[in-house]
């Protein structure tokens, strides 16, 4: 192994920035209150809470009393698609995609059970977004549809603004999951026509726990948890003040840099994809690469497979993933390359690498320097790659 871990799951999840964790440090020690209390020592402490709201609707053009805080982007998933049901309750049809994070495809598998009729829209060869089969599934009974703005595993954007112009004109909720795009690039809910928007702090930069739902004014909405008074009656619970700060942060800092992202950090992206692709024969990035996001790529290996790719990485300090890290640890391939197509050979082959702004070039030399040699090691032990 190499003396240094290369980090290259940061769709899994992310380093807490140094910044971010300085400003939340206080606020485990000696700043412990409860923002609802109200004692001075306690109470003082709610301007953190309203200044950290402020900075995560800035991110996204909100205002801050549009920002709920929750516990994670699942919390904000599940949240946001209840909410809708709750509050038509007369309309039983949910439609979303084949290609959801699990957050949001299992539960609407689970809403199935419960008797909730539910939509999963099929996607193309390039992961894009049936529209025909969205403009179909459309009917009177359609009380939410929850479609996110990119994909987790090949990084590639639906039409939000496209979609949600639609949904406008028939009154049904719209709900988007941006965890993965907030931070990466710019979202301004001001332009897109939605009505509910999570994020998630530990995918750019905060710390794991902490999440937020974005709910425009005017939305109907119903708690999911229910307890206390806290966030204006709209999610109980004992506020996380220490990451809700540390997420604050994180939004200011990623706001700062999303030049960055868009710039340098798709250079490397697209230095090592299109190194690997033309010293690995047979490798193919998946999805399209003319839409998505700035620090992704989601590249097939012909005859290899992936498990065994990523555990020879491992052996090389990089780490990497096949696919959602809230499903590697089952072994049926990706329900989203299923849902695209990808042929059988190249799937099991797959490898996601997602990069962050603190990817530097010299990891990336480093990557493409022991790749190659890592797959065609592994293609000379495969019967099918000989």
Known sequence: MTGKTIYLDNNATTAVAPEVLEEMLPYLKDAYGNPSSMHTFGGRLHKKLDEARERVAALIHAEPEEIVFTSCGTESDNTAIMSALESWPTRRHVVTTRVEHPAVLNFGKHLARKGYRVTFLPVDSLGRLDLDAFHAALDEDVAVVSIMYANNETGVFFPVELLGQTLRTRDIVFHTDTVQAVGKIPIDVRRLPVDMVSISGHKLHAPKGVGALY??????????????????????????????????????????????????VAALRDRLESELVRDCPGAAVIGDTSRRLPNTSNIGFEFVEGEAILLRLDEYGICASSGSACTSGSLEPSHVLRAMGVPFTRMHGSVRLSLSRYTTEAEIDQVIGVFPGIIRELRALSPYGR
């Open 215 to 264: 709910v425009r004014k005017g939305t109907r909405f119903s708690p999911y948890i229910i307890g206390g008074h806290q966030e204006h009656s709209r999610r109980g619970g004992t506020e996380n003040l220490a990451s809700i700060i540390g997420f604050g942060k994180a939004c200011e800092l990623a706001g700062h840099h999303l030049h960055q992202e868009q710039t340098e």
